[in-house]
């Protein structure tokens, strides 16, 4: 990944993990002095987690307990997904919302998504109350890939058409469309059409209906 | 004449020498950490300290018959890592006010300075839940041999029919870990007093508490550490042993100066690596005065 820090101007510092929050995730408010992954539309996010030059127990990712420095004004890089199975490209000064994932996500992930990419209408160019970034670059993002074969709670092999649109350490979004997502990373890709996850999943994806979404780092200004 | 009758003005007898600092609190600045714990500087190069712990294992020596094949033992190991956390204070100062009062800085440099020691002893007392560092309260309360509570104290220190100070500290050392010895009577101010009072002979606690830390002199008082880091209501008995508890220091507090920032501003930052480590909880112990 590329670094999470462009030209921060403030960082905040005296908040704990409250459990797995990924390398560049936004983040909020999980209780007194605790942060976790942004799970579902939210406004209140209180900046971008920056990333660790120093290894960590699970790579490219906070643990509990873990000090988090929270990128709260300026520029950084944030994890953008299209949130559509026929992407839009992400233009410089679209605005970004939280991804609206799952169907009531109570998981942790703190991904992006172009303004109203739910819906299926990228509305990118309209600044609403939900606008917490602008993308300062272009960003062609990638289609949302439907599953190919069911995954239960604690599998770590993914079935897709085809695997080569991943990369070794990707970070993905699995979501299940009626229920929870989970932000994960790739870590092999063994077949054609399957990649391993770093994580074991705590989603149950469907086959031929839940999504796996790759992120991409894209440069925004916090707004 | 009701006015203009003096002649000597006020400003040339006056004299602003005397300087009382308000943030200057006895048991506030104490140091406690680096005091009642020892230290131990691993290095600005270090993020993370791993301890390491060896156990013996299988029977020890024993006597046998001549010829036989004696039982054998071993050793076993285990480690366990603690993070060095930052600790870290700022302000902001204008080239001009650090013109009309060049000691400006001097003082917020001290007051800087004392936070920093506050956070220290605050983080080696009270720990950080949220970070899962523990403190000596926690450690304390972990004390797997029990501890002393309003329930089982011998009265309320404040006094009560029956109020023994001197035996809930013996009881509580008796709690302690057979492997270490009482160095220090860790307490609010409020509760450490109660020593001040006397007993039924009316001999000071303090006197006869002494002995228990291992002070010849019953007017040694360096036993008792008071702090208002810790809430009144409890003390804890500790022992001064690296096997128990240590304050590990990356880096001990220091100044960072910035180059000046547009409006004329000086920024000035304070930082220290630190983190208190508690291995052994069992030679910690709670005891309540209440």
């Known amino acids: 990944m590329k670094p999470v820090n462009v030209n921060a101007f403030d960082i905040i510092g005296p908040m704990a993990a409250a459990g797995q929050i990924a390398f560049g995730a936004a983040v909020m408010r999980a209780a007194a002095g605790t942060v976790k992954g942004v799970q579902d539309i939210v406004h209140n996010i209180l900046g971008i987690a920056d990333w660790d030059l120093v290894e960590k127990d699970e790579d490219g990712f906070y643990a509990l307990y873990d000090m988090v420095p929270i990128i709260a004004r300026g520029r950084a890089r944030v994890w953008v997904t299209s949130n559509e199975t026929t992407k839009e490209a992400l233009e410089a000064g ?38 917490l970034a602008r993308a300062v670059e272009d960003n062609a993002l990638s289609d949302i890939i439907v599953v190919a074969a069911d995954l239960a709670i604690g599998g770590v092999t993914v079935t897709v058409a ?56 894209v440069e925004v200004m916090l707004l | 004449m009701i006015a203009n009758d003096a002649a000597i003005l006020q400003h040339f007898v006056e004299e602003w020498e005397r300087e009382i600092a308000l943030y200057v609190e006895k048991y506030k600045d104490n140091m406690a ?51 060095i956390y930052q600790i870290s204070t700022g302000f902001f100062l204008n080239a001009k006010d650090l013109k009309l009062e060049p000691k400006t800085k001097t003082r917020l440099v001290d007051i800087a300075m004392r ?15 949220t970070l899962n560092v523990n403190g000596l309260v926690q450690a304390a309360r972990a004390n797997k ?39 220090f009577l860790v307490g609010n101010r409020t509760d450490m007093l109660y020593l001040n009072r006397p007993d039924s002979e009316r001999i000071p606690y303090y006197k006869s508490c002494a002995g228990l830390f291992g002070k010849l002199n019953e007017n ?39 180059p000046m920032q547009p409006g004329q501003n000086y920024y000035f930052e304070l930082a220290a690596w630190v983190v208190p480590e508690y291995h052994q909880n069992n030679a910690f112990v709670e005891i309540a005065t209440g």
């Open chain 2, 220 to 258: 040694d008082k360096s036993w008792m550490w008071m702090t208002n880091h810790l809430a009144a209501g409890y003390v804890y008995v500790i022992p001064k042993d690296f096997m128990a508890a240590e304050f590990v220091v990356g880096e001990n507090p220091h100044i960072i100066e910035y």
């Open chain 2, 33 to 83: 950490a680096r005091n009642i714990l020892p230290v131990r500087n691993v290095g600005e190069d270090i993020a993370i300290d791993v301890i390491q712990k060896y156990d013996r294992t299988g029977n020890g020596a024993d006597i046998v018959a001549k010829g036989s094949v004696p039982k054998t033992m071993g050793v076993t190991a285990t480690s366990a890592k603690h993070e």
């Open chain 2, 145 to 183: 041999n029990g501890k002393i509570t309003t329930g089982t104290n011998k009265g309320a220190w404040a006094g009560e029919t029956g109020t023994d100070i001197y035996d809930d500290i013996n009881t509580a050392i008796g709690l302690m870990d057979g492997d270490f010895e009482p160095a």
């Open chain 1, 94 to 131: 679209d605005y970004l919302e939280i991804a609206d994932l799952g169907g009531t996500n109570a998981l942790p992930v703190g991904a992006f998504q172009q303004m109203s990419a739910d819906t299926g209408t990228c509305t990118g160019a309209v600044r609403e109350v939900g606008s």
């Open chain 2, 115 to 129: 936070d920093m020691h506050r956070a220290e002893d605050n983080f080696a007392l009270n720990g950080k839940t």
């Open chain 1, 162 to 217: 085809d695997s080569s649109l991943f990369t070794i350490g990707d970070y993905i979004v699995l979501e299940d469309v009626d229920g929870n997502a989970m932000i994960n990373r790739v870590a092999d890709i063994p077949t054609s059409t399957t990649i391993t996850l770093q994580l074991a999943s705590t989603v149950a994806l469907a086959n031929a209906t839940d999504y796996v979404h790759i992120l991409h780092q």
